[in-house]
């Protein structure tokens, strides 16, 4: 068993990789700085707050703490490549971490436990095993639906089934399921397909009365032709 002075010195030797720092008032801990990044160029001042890693062990190596436990929230970078070594996707190409609490669940169980320190080395490749079940094809982005046909030359019309002259939900609904089922059109891939809907019936019930009238139906074209005269207009 290691003695508590050797454990607080692990967890400085830590801090060593993001910034210097002071061992503090413990008199017993001796600190030996391995390396100092050259891209570090403020000591840590006293009143600084710092974030950091860390991994603590005794001196046999056996970890009794970690840097993530379960429900931490977690930030970090990864590199996905095939296993020829094809890269298919990088957090470093969307600029962002990837950020999720971990051991909950949120991410696919070989990676919650890969991120778990303790469970998987923190330098550790994980491999995982895909098997594709299903293929949904997207739409550009910004577009919630996109005509895969020639679309109805009275489209207000054609949504309006009851002939009533304003499309509820439910009719609004029905018209656009009914073209995803022919294959006329293709909805915005989602586990939720009739929130897409209803996202796409909120964007057409311009006064928000709970039904399209033939005057409010834009088409998404229409709308970004009018944004855009607008915005030259502006200038
Ligand atoms: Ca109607
Ligand atoms: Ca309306």
Same mark, same amino acid.
């Given at each position: 068993?290691?003695?508590?002075?050797?454990?607080?010195?692990?967890?400085?030797?830590?801090?060593?990789?993001?910034?210097?720092?002071?061992?503090?008032?413990?008199?017993?801990?001796?600190?030996?700085?391995?390396?100092?990044?050259?891209?570090?160029?403020?000591?840590?001042? =006293? &009143?600084?707050?710092? %974030? $950091? !890693? @860390?991994n603590? /062990? *005794?001196?046999? +190596?056996?970890? #009794?703490?970690?840097?993530?436990? =379960? &429900?931490?929230?977690? %930030? $970090? !970078? @990864?590199?996905? /490549? *095939?296993?020829? +070594?094809?890269? #298919?996707?990088s957090?470093?190409?969307?600029?962002?971490?990837?950020?999720?609490?971990?051991?909950?669940?949120?991410?696919?169980?070989?990676?919650?436990?890969?991120?778990?320190?303790?469970?998987?080395?923190?330098?550790?490749?994980?491999?995982?095993?895909?098997?594709?079940?299903?293929?949904?094809?997207?739409?550009?982005?910004?577009?919630?639906?996109?005509?895969?046909?020639?679309?109805p030359?009275?489209?207000?019309?054609?949504?309006?089934?009851?002939?009533?002259?304003?499309?509820?939900?439910?009719?609004?609904?029905?018209?656009?399921?009914?073209?995803?089922?022919?294959?006329?059109?293709?909805?915005?891939?989602?586990?939720?397909?009739?929130?897409?809907?209803?996202?796409?019936?909120?964007?057409?019930?311009?006064?928000?009365?709970?039904?399209?009238?033939?005057?409010?139906?834009?088409?998404?074209?229409?709308?970004?032709?009018?944004?855009?005269?607008?915005?030259?207009?502006?200038?």
């Open positions: 068993m290691m003695s508590r002075p050797r454990m607080i010195l692990s967890a400085v030797l830590a801090l060593w990789a993001c910034g210097w720092c002071s061992p503090g008032p413990v008199e017993d801990v001796r600190v030996d700085p391995y390396s100092r990044p050259q891209q570090c160029i403020r000591e840590v001042q =006293k &009143g600084d707050l710092v %974030r $950091y !890693h @860390y603590a /062990t *005794f001196a046999d +190596g056996t970890q #009794f703490d970690s840097r993530s436990i =379960k &429900g931490d929230y977690m %930030r $970090y !970078h @990864y590199n996905g /490549t *095939f296993l020829n +070594g094809d890269a #298919f996707d957090s470093y190409n969307h600029n962002s971490t990837y950020n999720t609490y971990i051991g909950l669940g949120y991410v696919i169980s070989g990676m919650d436990k890969g991120l778990q320190a303790g469970s998987v080395p923190g330098s550790a490749v994980l491999r995982f095993e895909v098997e594709l079940v299903s293929l949904q094809k997207g739409v550009p982005e910004g577009y919630l639906f996109v005509w895969l046909d020639e679309m030359e009275k489209i207000f019309n054609a949504m309006d089934i009851n002939q009533d002259e304003e499309v509820p939900l439910e009719e609004f609904s029905e018209f656009i399921r009914r073209q995803v089922t022919e294959g006329k059109g293709r909805l915005k891939p989602s586990r939720d397909p009739e929130s897409v809907i209803r996202d796409m019936f909120k964007n057409q019930d311009r006064n928000e009365d709970g039904r399209i009238t033939a005057d409010e139906l834009k088409l998404k074209v229409e709308e970004d032709i009018e944004k855009e005269t607008a915005r030259h207009e502006e200038l």
